[in-house]
């Protein structure tokens, strides 16, 4: 692939001077209107060949762009926060919100091209890295994120005279490391994988450009040209009503049809003795489980949804009834705030998950998408349509990284949830539960039903499979939910 880019361009001082000029101040102006509009959020990538101009570029960026917009991470060793963590999880929480610019130095790419050029990944790992990130950048660039990436190149032969010239002289010698070395020793086995990560990641949707480094100036402009021609060609887009990547999408089958929840008998006998036995046991059995010594290294997940009134609050406080309350952390999910809804639907998800020894439990998730903003029309149908296999991959992340997910959707019938509406209604103490938009939602069951369906059977996989709890009777959902949870830790453990 490299063999075949031209290298070697250069430009003159007066050439430079003009262009230079020029795009500081197209630039400036584009900047401006984003920050404005806040219509998408751009991310840069830099990365390619060491001493081919990367560091320079990122420090002439905080130079030609207005800096108190960019944000500048130079990606290095995970800190132990992060190593508690999924890998892209540190990248998830850098991300710019609309309006504002995100610069990753060495980002997701940089571990995956060093750990297969120096061997320590196989090629099957390598290529599934590849192929995670090919979708997470589609998915970026489909939420309306202008992702540039940028590939900086400079032969094996320029690379050693840069080393040399750096390492004669005292006062730059200390650039040079013994890492840069190793570097030009193996460059045929870097620049063999890196052009096989382009190739797997170059898409029509999120392409890679090529710079050449070989001369300062020619790269300067070339970089600040390019930063140029993408900013006002994603405006463009954005006018058009395009700010998003349109993406593969299945045709969803809208035809009412049994699903797994209908089959359920929601009924379920247990009375309340029986329940209060069950219930001691089930709560010291689960904080066994989380003090257990092994489950230092790992972590929960657990996931609550349902329709109105099914008992998730119920089953929630049964649960953390059980748990050192400085181990866990209950998220309720309502609207999204103004900085959720600046940044890429699965970020506000992203940064609740929860370090080694520790429980996070959401009160409804990211299946929002999948249910009332499909529902209620709140995203465009093929927005909800691609987060099923977007669901599917940040859930495979986190069971990856040692994380336990486990996810209930805790069903009732329309009579009795009907019955439970009337309730809250009367009891002063539960009024506040009831709200215009519950009776509102009742109206949507059957719509609601097949969405449930939809996300059952999309994203029910092995690694992380839905529980449906049959909830018409609290004792026996309650009871379900703490024993489902307690085997499952068990069988991670």
């Known amino acids: 692939m490299f063999e075949n880019v031209e290298l070697g361009h250069r430009l003159d001082k007066e050439t430079y001077r003009q262009r230079s000029e020029a795009v500081r101040l197209q630039l400036l102006d584009l900047e401006y209107r984003l ?34 917009h960019l944000d500048s991470h130079a990606i290095d060793r995970p800190s132990s926060e992060e190593e508690e963590r999924p890998y892209m999880w540190r990248f998830w929480r850098r991300l710019p919100p609309r309006g504002r610019i995100g610069v990753f130095f060495d980002n997701w790419y940089a571990d995956i091209i060093e750990d297969r050029a120096t061997g ?61 070395w190793r570097y030009l020793e193996h460059y045929d086995e870097y620049a063999q994988t890196a052009a096989a990560a382009i190739r797997h990641t170059s898409t029509g949707v999120v392409p890679w450009v090529l710079v050449d480094g070989a001369d300062d100036r020619y790269r300067a402009v070339f970089v600040g040209e390019t930063l140029a021609g993408a900013w006002q060609r994603k405006f463009e887009a954005v006018e058009r009503g395009e700010g998003g990547a ?25 009375g309340k003795r029986a329940y209060e036995r069950r219930l001691e046991e089930l ?19 657990v996931v609550f949804e349902g329709m109105d009134a099914a008992g998730k609050g119920g089953a929630i406080r049964r649960v953390t009834a059980a748990l050192d309350v400085r181990r866990y952390q209950v998220v309720p999910i309502a609207a999204p705030t103004d900085e959720e809804l600046a940044q890429p639907y699965l970020w506000r998800f992203w940064r609740r998950m929860p370090g080694h020894g520790r429980v996070v439990i959401f009160d409804r998730s990211w299946y929002g998408r999948v249910l009332v903003e499909r529902v209620e029309g709140l995203c465009a149908p093929a927005d909800w349509m691609r987060a099923y296999a977007e669901i599917n991959d940040f859930e495979e992340q986190l069971i990856e990284n040692g994380t336990v997910v486990v996810k209930f959707w805790l069903a009732i019938d329309p009579e009795e949830q009907l019955r439970r509406f009337r309730e809250r209604e009367k009891d002063p103490l ?25 996300m059952i059977e999309r994203t029910s996989t092995e690694i992380a499979p839905w529980t449906l709890v049959e909830a018409n009777n609290k004792y026996y959902a309650r009871v379900k939910v703490l024993h489902t949870l307690c085997e499952r830790l068990e069988a991670s453990l």
Not at 37 to 64: C, H, P
Not at 253 to 270: C, F, G, I, K
Request: aromatic content about 8%.
């Open 35 to 68: 920050v404005q509009e806040r219509a998408f959020a751009t991310l840069i990538l830099i990365n390619g060949v060491d001493k081919a101009g990367k560091g320079e570029t990122m420090n002439l960026l905080n130079s030609w762009l207005d800096p108190r």
């Open 430 to 454: 539960k009024r506040y539960k009831i709200t215009p938009e519950d009776w509102r939602n009742r109206e949507k069951w059957p719509q609601y039903e097949l969405a449930v369906g939809d």
């Open 120 to 180: 320590r990944s196989k090629r099957s790992a390598f290529e599934a890295a590849l192929e995670r990130v090919r979708r997470f950048e589609e998915m970026l660039a489909a939420e309306g994120v202008l992702l540039l990436k940028l590939w900086f190149h400079i032969s094996a032969k320029e690379l050693k005279r840069r080393l040399e010239k750096l390492s004669k002289d005292e006062r730059t010698s200390w650039r040079v490391r013994e890492s840069d």
């Open 283 to 301: 709560q010291g059995r689960l904080d066994a489980l989380v003090r257990d010594a092994r489950f230092a290294k790992r972590s929960l997940v």
């Open 246 to 270: 349109p993406p593969l999408v299945l045709v969803p089958d809208l035809e009412e049809r049994p699903n797994a929840v209908s089959a359920l008998t929601l009924q379920q006998p247990m």
